[in-house]
Nanobody, 120 residues
Framework: QVQLVESGGGLVHPGGSQRLSCAASRNIFGITVFSIKDLGWYRQAPGNQRELVAAISLDGSTNYTDHVKGRFTISRDNAKTMVYLQMNNLKPDDTAVYYC?????????WGQGTQVTVSS
């Protein structure tokens, strides 16, 4: 079974930075997912649908939604079964619960997410 655990959220001022981490279970399932799947960071703000904000393929190529392009950077460490999201120049509109998952998402892999609040 694969478990994804997000961490690193918190309260940050506008213009600040935050680095999110996502750890996958280090069993055969988690290792397999990291070796064969594209991965993504998603977010859900109150009243909104969950959206994909950043994705990284097996070969390391990345894609970002226009809202975060130039400010967010996604990276992965397959050996450690970790995926990261570096967020810079944060804006109040970035306030949301952030989740990691495969891309496209696998329903049973959703974790609890980590809350990021951007406020002065």
């Amino acid at each position: 079974q694969v478990q994804l655990v997000e961490s690193g959220g918190g309260l940050v001022h506008p213009g600040g930075s935050q680095r999110l981490s996502c750890a996958a279970s280090r069993n055969i399932f988690g290792i397999t997912v990291f070796s064969i799947k594209d991965l993504g960071w998603y977010r859900q703000a109150p009243g909104n649908q969950r959206e994909l904000v950043a994705a990284i393929s097996l070969d390391g190529s990345t894609n970002y939604t226009d809202h975060v392009k130039g400010r967010f950077t996604i990276s992965r460490d397959n050996a450690k079964t970790m995926v990261y999201l570096q967020m810079n120049n944060l804006k109040p509109d970035d306030t949301a619960v952030y989740y990691c998952n495969t891309d496209p998402a696998t329903e049973r892999y959703w974790g609890q997410g980590t809350q990021v609040t951007v406020s002065s």
